[in-house]
């Protein structure tokens, strides 16, 4: 791949990140921020936040989508900080990590900042008012990376205690520790269809289903340290950049590796980010170079050499760029060989050799396709004999040959054979279910004595007429339970035709329920699916559709019944459904509460609080935001009560409160070191003290003052 368009920055690149507004951001080592427009890299603004950074193998800034906040961890590590970028001021600190900061993150949303280190401990906090709101599951090392869904309802953390661990910014819960990393796990991203990538310090990758927490997939491992990973806009491609400067390129619809130096450089790679808009890698190194490589290098020559016929030359272009055999020229090139080799078998069909050579000879260069051209001359040299013993009605000598050449299947002398078989075939099953027809059933089928594969099934007519009998019979009254407990019977009736039949009745079916279920019509589908649970060899498929189609149905009724508690709890479990148009009226309801009970919990405001969250307080699926709201808020109330310097008992009950009520949340750690420092006569212990958890919390709960 060739720079289409570079520029140096003099310092390690260590963030790259395409912003709205069609610019560029780009940070580098000691943390100058540049924006500049990613159509032709003019300088836009910036500013120098002046924090050194040692070292960058992991997440040490990260800004919000929104561009109003940024974070970083400070030049000696022992701090995370997050910014204002407008006023330049900082909105909070991190300083409660016991022992350096290992990387930082901010949600899609611009909700929170993030602050992980290498006591394992992440740390939330709200990045409007800069307080501490929760806590991630802890790790039993330091985190290397944290990682977050596009639609910024799931957080994934990971480090060298080789775990990642997932957790439910709706329902603000813990979701599952995911395990099959033999070595420290370095990066993530999430993907399109609830996936996750991870890859560790061995440059092993590994492919995650969310959802389900397993494995979906172990990539072929790279060939060095990974330094960074990013995807294309829609995710059918992976980008790994490695310190000795190699970017591979893996297809993540088959999870194959595409090329193993899709981009070789000289200097370890720091940063990379994909320019949709342009096609273009953007490509951050340690030696301060910024490089763009076009994808689609080569897609106007290959238009050029098409129109040309230069078959030879396009897969040549292919292999040195893999994203050329995904154009739109390429598959143009893939269907004119299908054609050619289609005409070319015709012409070998008809004994003509020359014309099919010549029809394929654009092709042989490509050895691929020139192995195919090979294979198929030598196939059809038997053909005219073929052609010769079918004419004769030498069935067993002729399907002999197809058994040896499959390719004659696709000839017309052999559909033809088949035509003739199913018609005699269909005419000795009539014979055979008559009385004393037996005879002229053998009669009809002697010529095909000697077919191995017609053998089986004219000796299952004879022997087993009568359950041929009933098999039909189900068929013609549409009783498919009788049908298919016969074929689990005798699993002979397969080779019938009818099977065929009722298998593509079964298909179109299938194809008809997913189209009514797609378009809303649900009564219509459920009709056609339970004609279709009869069929066996549906059974999963049907069973995924119902569900589908029961879960989406009472959704519906739940919306319709403006159910909340239902609407909310079934979106927490079918992420798919906060995808429908319907549901936007209800998310929006919830995070407007949500933001106006913080608002209430950063006054200490209780009452307020329950006025605002009193529709949600049933719901399940909202216990533990609300759970968190309230923990804020009781922690507002103990800061207000060392404000205006409450008698020290009043504050110690209050303490005392909030362990029962919460448990030892790291928020009640680290006011108990401020009311210490207020109130340093205090014999509190916290460790003597009854602790409860924040996931037994339920609405009943509530008190107006945590010091009460």
């Known amino acids: 791949m060739e720079v289409v368009r570079e520029k140096n920055i003099v310092q390690p690149v260590i963030l790259t990140k395409i912003m709205k507004q069609d610019s560029l951001l780009v940070v580098d080592s000691e943390t100058t921020i540049r924006y500049f427009d990613k159509n032709n890299l003019t300088l836009l603004s910036g500013f120098k936040a ?30 995370s900080r997050l910014y204002n970028v407008r006023t330049k001021k900082t909105v909070a600190k991190v300083t409660r990590h016991q022992g350096e900061v290992s990387c930082v993150g901010i949600d899609p949303r611009s909700r929170y900042m993030f602050s992980c280190g290498e006591d394992g401990k992440t740390f939330a906090i709200d990045m409007k008012t800069g307080k501490l709101v929760f806590t991630l599951p802890h790790h039993a090392d330091t985190i290397n990376d944290i990682a977050f869904s596009k639609n910024a309802n799931w957080i ?62 172990r990539l072929q491992g790279a060939h060095d340290e990974i330094t960074q990973i990013t995807t294309t806009a829609d995710d059918k491609f992976l980008f790994v950049g490695t310190k000795l400067g190699y970017v591979i390129l893996y297809d993540l619809d088959t999870y194959k590796q595409l090329a193993r130096n899709f981009v070789k450089i000289s200097s370890t790679i720091t940063a990379l980010e994909y320019d949709a808009d342009n096609h273009f890698l953007i490509v951050g ?17 290959l238009r050029e050499l098409y129109k040309q016929k230069e078959f030879d030359a396009i897969n040549k272009m292919a292999l040195q760029n893999p994203f050329l055999a995904y ?23 008809k004994g003509d050799k020359k014309t099919a050579e010549l029809i394929l000879q654009e092709f042989k260069g490509i050895p691929a396709k020139n192995t195919i051209i090979q294979k198929v001359m030598a196939e059809y040299k038997d053909f005219e004999k073929f052609e010769t013993l079918a004419r004769q009605g030498k069935y067993s000598l002729a399907y002999s040959l197809v058994n040896v050449h499959p390719i004659y299947k696709d000839s017309a002398i052999y559909r033809s054979l088949e035509k003739k078989w ?21 009669e009809l089928l002697a010529p095909y004595r000697g077919v191995s594969d017609k053998t089986k099934l004219i ?9 041929y009998k009933r098999f039909k019979n189900a068929i013609a009254n549409k009783n498919f339970k009788v049908v298919f407990e016969l074929i689990k019977q005798h699993p002979f009736l397969k080779e019938f035709p009818e099977y065929d039949s009722i298998m593509q009745y079964a298909d179109s079916l299938y194809i008809k329920a997913s189209k009514l279920l797609n378009s ?13 649970s009869n069929f066996i060899d549906f059974e999963d498929e049907v069973n995924e559709l119902m569900r589908e189609l029961e879960n989406k149905q009472t959704y519906l009724n739940a919306l319709r019944d403006e159910n909340l508690e239902l609407i909310y709890n079934l979106m927490m479990q079918y992420e798919s459904f906060q995808e429908m148009d319907e549901s936007v009226k209800y998310i ?24 605002v969250l009193e529709p949600f307080m049933k719901i399940e699926s909202k216990i533990m935001p609300i759970a968190n709201l309230f923990s804020l808020c009781y922690i507002t109330q103990l800061e207000n009560a060392i404000k205006s310097k409450e008698k020290q008992s009043v504050i110690e009950k209050g303490i005392k409160n909030y362990l029962i009520y919460f448990g030892e949340q790291e928020q009640i750690l680290n006011f108990f070191r401020i009311f210490k420092k207020y109130y340093p006569e205090s014999k509190l212990n916290l460790e003597k003290l009854h602790h409860g958890t924040i996931s037994h919390w339920r609405p009943a709960m509530i008190v107006n003052s945590i010091l009460d």
């Not at 957790?167 to 420290?184: E, F, Q, R, S, W």
């Open 520 to 532: 809303g019509e649900i009564h219509a589908a459920t009709k056609i699916l339970r004609v279709l």
């Open 285 to 301: 190194t340690e030696d301060g170079e910024l490089l763009f490589y076009n994808v689609l290098e080569g897609e106007d020559r």
């Open 156 to 217: 994934a953390t990971a480090g060298y205690d080789r775990k990642i661990s997932l957790y439910n910014l709706v329902t603000m819960t813990p979701k599952d520790k995911l395990k099959a990393h033999a070595a420290p796990i370095m990066k993530l991203r999430f993907i399109k269809d609830n996936r996750l990538i991870s890859a560790d310090k061995n440059s092993s990758i590994i492919i995650w289903d969310v959802y389900n927490s397993r494995v979906l997939e």
């Open 459 to 467: 000796q299952e007519l004879f022997t087993k007429g009568e359950i």
């Open 422 to 442: 199913k018609k005699v075939f269909s005419a000795a099953q009539k014979s055979a279910l008559e009385p004393k027809g037996l005879e002229r059933a053998r």
């Open 588 to 611: 929006r309801m919830w995070e407007e509460a949500e933001q106006s009970a913080r608002r209430y919990a950063l006054r200490g405001d209780v009452m307020g609080m329950k006025k």
């Open 327 to 349: 154009t739109d020229i390429f598959d143009k090139v893939a269907n004119y060989w299908d054609n050619a080799l289609e005409k070319a078998k015709l012409y070998l069909q």
């Open 50 to 79: 002046k924090i050194r950074h040692e070292s960058y193998k992991t997440s040490v800034v990260a800004f919000s989508e929104d561009k109003e906040y940024f974070c970083a961890i400070s030049a000696d590590a022992r701090e």
